[in-house]
């Protein structure tokens, strides 16, 4: 079983950033590791994934060019960079782990996810 406890999450002006971080424990972890977001009245939008054997990393177009997936495997932690935050940022943002995933953009995919983490972008 693997538990994901993410941090990080806090209220920022619109243009700021913020840095979230996600480890997974239970134990090591070297799969995909990424991240969702959800605000209220909507379903849950992907933002972005990592793939921990190859590095390939897959980005909403939302946040393309303005956030970075990274990941440590040895501590089993993803980070997200968020730059140039908008107010449209503002969501509960969940990290996410999955073995195996086919379709990276999909909720349903993903087998751990963490309890989450305010991001609120005031404008």
């Known amino acids: 079983q693997v538990q994901l406890a993410e941090s990080g999450g806090g209220l920022v002006q619109a243009g700021g950033s913020l840095r979230l971080s996600c480890t997974a424990s239970?134990?090591?972890?070297?799969?995909?590791m990424g991240w969702f977001r959800r605000t209220p009245g909507k379903d849950r939008e992907f933002v972005a994934v990592?793939?921990?054997?190859?590095?390939?990393?897959t980005y909403a177009d939302s946040v393309k060019g303005r956030f970075t997936i990274s990941r440590d495997n040895a501590k089993s932690t993803v980070y997200l960079q968020m730059n140039s935050l908008k107010p449209e940022d503002t969501a509960v943002y969940y990290c996410?782990?999955?073995?195996?995933?086919?379709?990276?953009?999909?909720?349903?995919?993903?087998?751990?996810w963490g309890q989450g983490t305010q991001v609120t972008v005031s404008s």
């Open positions: 996410v782990a999955a073995s195996r995933v086919w379709d990276k953009d999909r909720d349903s995919e993903y087998d751990y």
């Open positions: 239970g134990r090591a972890f070297s799969g995909y």
């Open positions: 990592s793939s921990g054997t190859t590095g390939s990393t």
